[in-house]
């Protein structure tokens, strides 16, 4: 168990369970063993931040507000979902709680609510996060109870005689069993019936509204009785297969997507009998020896925001206009607060077409270099040279207006231990380099460091981690 | 001079734009072949639009007594028939109606709509039910069955929709084609493409990002290269929508190999106020798609080339609070084309008397019926292969 890991090795675990590591990190680290540095993830998150907005007028009753008020109201609050956007984002990118964070935004994506209500999804942000490293069935019930999600499944309008369906059927098809997993549309509808009469108040608590439930006999899963909507969440948590759906779509998140049968039945077990402990299950996979096998190094498709953060963070960008932020989400296709549907990002290959990958490529330039990917060979005729300053010109004016982001180049250099060609290479890229990679880097120049690291992460083996 | 050295010769003339290997096979399609080669312009209104404003059951006491303030007038209208009538804004529509090159369904939908933007449009996009979460689109897939390149589907906006993109291949999207392929000018990426041959290229995430990145440098060159045929002298209006068809327009005169373009115009959502903003939307619609159709014609292009024009949603019939609608359910969908086989209204108007629960249409025709029919009768492909399931096929193509 007292194992080292190697550098690529300890990069590896920073990607999957963070946004990559920093230099002086690096060596700060390199010297535990394994076990060491995985308990320093932690407790590095044992602590929680909730994101809290100041939603001012949007927390007084409607009725106190004057008619302007009132008009703005709607205004205000898709401004401040646009707020917790950012908020939570530069707390991705500042945060020491990587690991927390980390696993906050797989949830974010599990527990997918799309919703115009800003203190509502602030809610379920910070529930999801208070969670995330502790007990998954805690959280499936305090989430299945949040006015966030009994807004965005209709659970309001699910009613005795009249119920509406919506929050059962995702329960089970996304939430826990996964698609076709052992149950059945009438498990849905009797399941309906159990979670009648929940509700929430103004204050945005959670209320059982005894009028509104439908007490009588319901067969679920082929249990038969009075069930509520507790009784449901707890028998879903009974079915293994929920242990073994969720346990999948982590191992697809920090493993990778092609799944190891004999390792998933493992995991599984472990998180069942460990009660959904969360921690339980994060640990069997990290402590193990073939989480860190090659065939797992830098194979998984950076997500928009994997890949946002994980550039910014090393040089603690400084966008002077935030709404870049929001523009690059929306152009990368991956916007915090608003995924596409209930079923999430699909992610992996999903994130990349024409449009997404030339941007995805030009990202590093566009944020830390103006758009230039500066490029000397030291075959360039004279010619090739003055078209290419000609372009990177053109570039740089446009996107200095556009972009309008600082990045600390100072502090980032000042504390990179390597300065080799090789090193930089392996420091920055996770993946084995392709063919035409290692032919265009045999060209390049790594003397001018800045240069050789903006044309590193310009390669597509940089979307990868 | 024939299309090949004349494409040879833009592309040496542009000096600095390497040419990359796999470009030199390209296929271009020679002025007689052009001829026949089919198309589809997929239109989105999005945001829900009215089609009852749109295409009025004028003479409907329900639709007057439902709309006390938003219905329109008989003398507000272009009449089609003694019941229906069109928006006076589509007055472009109706003159390509009267000549026969206009088939509109009515109550186009699917079973248990959803009311979401969101989940709708997915629906529509996907060809899914209303509970199956699809993440390939109709015409992706049909790239994947029957098509070898990227650019045999394009749509023209900033991304792609879920519409284009497949299992094995996705459609390209150019908004701005001259940015695009300025991108792919980069030096660094223009060395790294020289660089990648494709038996370089595996099957796993490395090799679909070089492989993406190949397709989209192929596709920018081919589809830059080859617009630069055809330039229209047709004028179109100023719309940035007008603009989009103006360059499908280029696209399909200058001899893409393109199947299916894509294209969408937003700002329907039309809960507040909605006469003036619905019809000031409907007039820059009608409009381009009447500039579309004349430059078409002029290039003997229109014969092969069919317009779909769908909403998300239809609108409820009854108006809300503040003189607008909220979100409903089925809708009509045009079709325009210079070979349709059934022009005019194809079927029964919505029945005002018979709405939902919800106060919205019924539907009648299933969406994917729409979407089959054009596959099989005009693209001539096996329509279940892409949609999953057989839907009836319409006749009016």
């Known amino acids: 168990m007292n194992s080292f890991l190697t550098d690529k090795q300890i990069q590896h675990l920073y990607w999957r369970t963070g946004f990559g590591i920093s230099s002086s990190e690096l060596q700060l680290v390199r010297t535990l063993p394994k076990k060491e540095i995985i308990d320093r993830l932690f407790s590095e998150s044992s602590r929680k931040t909730n994101l809290s907005l100041d939603f001012g007028v949007l927390e007084k009753d409607p009725r106190d507000l004057s008619r302007e008020e009132r008009i703005e109201l709607r205004k205000l609050r898709n401004q401040k979902m646009l707020d917790l956007n950012i908020q939570w984002l530069q707390q991705l990118a500042e945060t020491k709680q990587v690991l927390r964070e980390k696993m906050t935004l797989f949830f974010h994506n599990h527990f997918a609510v799309r919703l115009k209500t800003p203190r509502a999804a602030q809610h379920l942000n910070n529930v999801i996060r208070n969670n995330a490293l502790e007990n998954f069935g805690d959280m499936l019930m305090e989430v299945s109870k949040s006015p966030a999600m009994l807004l965005f499944l209709n659970n309001r309008q699910n009613r005795k005689n009249n119920p509406n369906e919506n929050f059962a059927r995702e329960v089970m098809e996304l939430f826990t069993l996964g698609r076709d997993n052992g149950y059945t549309e009438t498990d849905i509808k009797e399941a309906a019936r159990a979670f009648t009469g929940w509700n929430f108040n103004k204050q945005g608590s959670f209320v059982f509204r005894q009028k509104h439930h439908d007490f009588g006999s319901k067969t679920i899963l082929g249990r038969t009785g009075n069930f509520k909507g507790e009784d449901v969440i707890k028998i879903l948590l009974e079915e293994k297969q929920t242990a073994k759906y969720i346990t999948q779509k982590i191992y697809t998140y920090l493993v990778n997507e092609k799944i190891d049968s004999d390792h998933l039945e493992t995991l599984t077990n472990r998180f069942y009998n460990a009660s959904y402990s969360i921690e339980v299950l994060l640990r069997e996979i990290l402590e193990s020896t073939w989480f860190y096998n090659p065939e797992h190094i830098g194979t998984k498709i950076k997500s928009p925001i994997e890949l946002l953060v994980g550039l910014s963070k090393p040089f603690q960008v400084h966008y002077k206009n935030t709404k870049v932020l929001l523009y690059l989400q929306r152009k990368l296709n991956q916007v915090l607060f608003f995924p596409p549907n209930v079923a999430g990002w699909k992610g992996g290959k999903s994130w990349i077409d024409n449009s997404t990958l030339m941007l995805r490529l030009k990202l590093a330039s566009v944020t830390l270099n103006n758009g230039v990917i500066e490029m000397n060979n030291s075959d360039d005729s004279e010619v090739s040279m003055m078209m290419k300053q000609k372009f990177y010109k053109k570039m740089k004016s446009q996107m200095e207006r556009k972009i309008k982001a600082t990045p600390n180049w100072e502090l980032f250099l000042a504390s990179l231990e390597f300065k080799n060609k090789q090193q930089l290479i392996d420091f920055i890229l996770q993946p084995k380099l392709s063919e035409g990679a290692k032919n265009v880097i045999s060209e390049l120049d790594a003397g001018n460091t800045k240069n050789f690291i903006i044309e590193l992460m310009s390669l597509p083996e940089y979307q990868l981690c | ?397």
């Open chain 2, 1 to 397: 001079m024939n299309r090949r050295n004349f494409l040879k010769q833009s592309v040496f003339a542009s000096g600095i734009t390497l040419v990359p290997s796999f470009l030199k096979g390209m296929e271009l399609l020679s002025p007689a072949q052009l001829s026949g080669y089919k198309n589809v312009i997929i239109i989105q209104l999005s945001g829900g639009n009215d089609g009852l404003n749109s295409i009025i059951p004028i003479q409907n006491d329900i639709y007057h007594s439902l709309r006390p303030t938003i219905a329109k007038k008989k003398n507000e209208t272009l009449k089609i028939t003694d019941d229906l009538a069109f928006n006076s804004s589509l007055e472009p529509i109706k003159k390509l109606y009267d000549q026969g090159e206009v088939c509109i369904v009515n109550n186009v939908g699917y079973p248990n709509p959803n009311r979401s933007h969101f989940r709708s449009t997915d629906i529509w996009q996907t060809a899914s039910d209303t509970n199956q979460y699809l993440s390939s689109g109709w015409v992706g897939r049909y790239l994947d069955a029957n098509c070898q390149h990227p650019y045999q589907a394009i749509e023209v906006d900033n991304s792609l929709s879920l519409a284009l993109k497949g299992n094995q291949l996705n459609g390209i999207a150019v908004s701005d084609l001259k940015q695009l392929h300025r991108t792919t000018r980069e030096p660094f990426f223009n060395k790294l493409v020289n660089d990648t041959q494709d038996e370089m290229l595996h099957e796993d995430n490395q090799g679909y990002l070089y492989k993406t990145m190949l397709e989209t440098y192929s596709s920018a060159s081919y589809i830059y290269e080859t617009s630069k045929i055809y330039e229209s002298n047709i004028s179109y209006p100023q719309s940035s929508f007008a603009k989009n068809l103006k360059t499908i327009a280029d696209f399909i005169i200058s001899g893409l190999k393109t199947r299916v373009y894509y294209s969408s115009l937003g700002g329907f959502d039309s809960h507040v106020n909605q006469v003036n903003s619905q019809d000031r939307l409907l007039k820059v619609y009608a409009e381009a798609i009447g500039a579309l159709v004349k430059d078409l014609k002029k290039n003997n292009r229109f014969k092969d080339t069919l317009i779909l024009t769908f909403s998300e949603f239809g609108r409820r019939v009854k108006q809300n609070g503040s003189r607008g609608t909220d979100h409903g359910a089925a809708n009509n969908v045009i079709l325009i084309g210079g070979s349709l086989k059934k022009a005019g209204i194809y079927n029964e108007l919505p029945n005002l008397s018979d709405l939902d629960s919800n106060g919205d249409i019924k539907f009648t025709v299933d969406f994917r019926s729409i979407y089959a029919s054009i596959l099989n009768n005009w693209l001539e492909v096996n329509d279940q292969t892409i949609l999953g399931t057989g839907f009836d096929k319409l006749s009016f193509i």
